[in-house]
């Protein structure tokens, strides 16, 4: 039961994220790790399959492409009723599925967008070709208010090889070159004490996300449950510098409680669970009636200089 009654002119909604991405069988990575990420989190989750994999903690056996027709009626279908506070986009397998999610983007003016160009899977399968990554940097890349590469898809997505922190800017200054608002490149595949993400933004400085690095084979899932958790925080109401931090910590958490778990036979799930948040009703106040302005000219007013819309950068 609510502990508080609220009044009839007062809305209640839920903190609503949608993930756009491709199905894991296994239930470690994909749509299934965004779901329990933002369950885990206390979000109401909505979400748009793109293909189908048939996985497991080994290998990926097969995939299965949706056609951009039903994947642009899941949208709508969603979104129509459903409105997100932040959107998740994962796997996107083909240039035109890439041109469906753009228009959606656009239509429904989607905000606090986190584009992850997943391009292979944890055990090695590609998951896109070269023509899908140049969609994203025609169509994506300027939409999405951040994206959340890997190491290795940032040095494919990039051209430049990364091992040092040098290295990580240089990307990063390729990525933002070619139309990102932000980058944060995720460092879990280096071998170092520590786990180190880095954000890069058009302007300011540069700032690090350090946790312990973790002794476990089970990281199966862990790009996407980062990127889902980011979205989960934003569609909540925090900064994005405070959504950055807390989804950083909930991995890290989530690696933890379950690196000492087997789950099949190879690269285990992270323990999603390990401190569930309740799902609350958020109260909204109706939008007030707009007024009409009073009038005491036919001139129309100046325009005032340099004025610039707001902006959904971090």
């Known amino acids: 039961m609510p502990s508080k009654r609220y009044t009839m002119n007062e809305a209640i909604h839920y903190p609503v994220a949608l993930t756009i991405a491709g199905s894991d069988s296994g239930g470690c990575a994909g749509i299934q790790a965004d779901l329990k990420t933002f369950s885990a989190i206390g979000v109401f989750g909505t979400s748009v399959i793109t293909a189908i994999t048939a996985q497991n903690t080994q290998e990926v056996r097969a995939i299965e492409i949706l056609s951009p027709s039903i994947i642009r009626q899941q949208l709508e279908a969603t979104l129509d009723d459903i409105p997100a506070k932040a959107t ?44 899908t ?90 790009g996407c449950t980062l990127s889902s958790a980011i979205v989960a925080y934003r569609a909540r109401g925090l900064t994005w510098a405070r959504a950055l931090d ?3 910590n909930y991995v890290n958490f989530a690696i933890l409680y379950g690196g000492d778990v087997t789950t099949g036979k190879g690269r285990g799930p992270l323990n999603h669970f390990f401190n569930p948040q309740p799902l609350e009703g958020v109260q909204e106040a109706p939008p007030k009636p707009k007024s009409k302005p009073k009038s005491k000219s036919n001139a129309k007013p100046k325009p005032k200089p340099n004025a610039k819309p707001k902006s959904n950068d971090i």
């Not at 998740?88 to 890439?98: R, T």
Request: hydrophobic fraction near 40%; include cysteine; charged fraction near 20%.
């Open 88 to 131: 998740k986009i994962g796997m996107l397998p083909s240039p035109e599925i890439v041109e469906v999610v753009a228009e959606i983007i656009d239509r429904y003016r989607l905000k606090n967008v986190v584009l992850d160009p997943v391009m292979v899977s944890t055990s090695g399968a590609r998951l896109t070709s070269a023509l």
């Open 246 to 248: 807390m989804a950083k």
């Open 133 to 222: 990554t140049d969609a994203f940097r025609q169509e994506l890349y300027r939409r999405a208010t951040i994206i959340t590469p890997n190491v290795p898809e940032a040095e494919a997505l990039s051209g430049v090889t990364i091992r040092t922190e040098k290295d990580f800017r240089k990307a990063a200054e390729a990525l933002l070159n070619q139309g990102c608002h932000a980058v944060l490149i995720k460092g879990g595949h280096l071998s170092s004490d520590c786990s180190v993400d880095m954000l890069f933004q058009q302007s300011g400085e540069p700032f690090s996300l350090v946790s312990p690095r973790l002794s476990t084979a089970n990281l199966h899932g862990a």
